[in-house]
């Protein structure tokens, strides 16, 4: 019964299904999955340090946006509330 358990050294095959890639790893080179995500990282800070970039230069050079003109009638109004009398009234 003691001679049935000689296989102690060896690895069954339904465990061995890497064979030897752990071995070869080094060898291959960058993982696809690594590439892929340092590609998706790089174009992401791309985009995000361009927009601030935009962001500044456009804080700098573009003049401030116009109001639009209050219309006579309610400046009117306006001055009723607060409790002034329009001028010529």
Not at 24 to 53: C, M, Q, R, S
Not at 65 to 81: A, G, N, T
């Amino acid at each position: 019964m003691a001679e049935d358990f000689d296989f102690g050294d060896k690895v069954p095959p339904s465990f061995d299904h890497m064979g030897n890639a752990m071995k070869d790893a080094e060898a291959k080179g960058f993982n696809p999955g690594l590439i892929v995500l340092l590609l998706v990282v790089g174009i992401l800070l791309v985009f995000l340090v361009g927009n601030y970039v935009l962001y500044i230069y456009a804080q700098k050079t573009v003049p401030p946006r116009k109001k639009k003109p209050v219309s006579k009638k309610k400046m009117k109004r306006e001055r009723l509330k607060q409790g002034v009398s329009a001028p010529g009234e």
